[in-house]
């Protein structure tokens, strides 16, 4: 009994040896983790400068698989095409604003981060998303390598997916008047909209194929259209429709964009057009 008991004592405390010489070889000697910030670039000052320090909004243009859908084939913009893509959001959208909003409007109302993808969003259906808002707080914008500043509809495409996207935040924010909005046009709306053309949806009172997803959407597009449009487009868009009663409804939702601007933000719609049709020329004459 004591010869059984010596050697199971003298097991133990070879076992106790050896855990303890392995937990003291894998001890690192110091930490593994890297603080080392990286340094900025042109770029990121730049974005600081312009984006960041005046209002608040981060912009993500480097690769992050948590900001992406990775079941799509997508990847980050080229870097010299960045900056382009974003002097064009904010010479038009931001400044816009900034000029008939008021200096503090988009600081108070506004996403907090853009991330920038460089290639085409595509979508089962043949489809292709330009854009998408996330909770208000961050705006992904896709096609940033084809922005080109010197291409009108170029610009207008690339515009129409943020000020669409902001205008879901504005109402996020402050709610537009649903049950009159759906009163105006209440068949019509599809989950198949994207079987139809722009031309023949305005037939039936809706500004774009798109505009017929959804009331939201609805909003979204006729505000956006009316935003990327100077008023001679608009106006020929208007002259291009057949139906009468599709006109009227086309402008009787027009009414209602412009009333929401105004009484939940006190804001001239058409000075805040024209601010960015004026915009728009200095970026595509610059």
């Known amino acids: 009994m004591k010869i059984l008991k010596y050697n199971k ?10 855990l303890v010489s392995c937990a003291s070889e894998e001890q690192p000697g110091e930490s593994q983790l890297d603080f080392t910030q990286p340094t900025k670039t042109a770029l990121d000052n730049w974005i600081t400068t312009n984006y960041l320090t005046p209002y608040n909004i981060n912009v ?4 992050n698989q948590n900001t992406v859908d990775n079941n799509r084939y997508l990847f980050p913009p080229l870097i010299e095409k960045v900056q382009p893509a974003l002097e064009i959001v904010q010479k038009i959208w ?3 604003y900034k000029t008939i909003g008021g200096p503090d409007f988009v600081k108070k109302v506004a996403p907090r981060e853009f991330v920038l993808v460089g290639g085409v969003n595509l979508n089962t259906v043949g489809t292709k998303t330009l ?4 909770g208000g707080q961050r705006v992904t914008l896709f096609e940033t390598d084809y922005v ?15 000020q669409h996207e902001y205008v879901h935040i504005l109402n ?8 009159s909005w759906a009163a105006i046009t209440p068949s019509g ?31 979204a597009e006729m505000a956006s259209m009316l935003l990327i449009n ?21 402008k009787a939702k027009e009414a209602l964009v412009v009333k929401y601007y105004k009484d939940a933000y006190n804001m001239d719609f058409y000075a805040l057009r024209d601010e960015a049709e004026k915009n728009t020329n200095a970026v595509i004459n610059n």
């Open 9 to 18: 004592t003298a097991g133990l405390f070879l076992l106790i040896i050896t």
């Open 60 to 63: 993500q243009y480097k690769w």
């Open 94 to 96: 931001l400044e816009s």
């Open 131 to 134: 854009g998408l808002a996330e």
């Open 148 to 162: 080109d500043k010197k291409n009108r509809d170029n610009i207008k495409q690339f515009l129409h997916t943020i």
């Open 172 to 179: 996020q924010n402050k709610p537009f008047d649903e049950k």
């Open 189 to 219: 709306y599809t989950a198949s909209w994207h079987l139809y053309t722009d031309e023949e949806s305005r037939e039936i009172g809706f500004i774009t194929n798109y505009a017929r997803n959804n009331i939201n959407e609805d909003f």
């Open 230 to 250: 100077s008023k001679t487009e608009y106006a020929a868009i208007l002259a291009g429709i057949n139906n009468p009663t599709a006109v009227a409804q086309i």
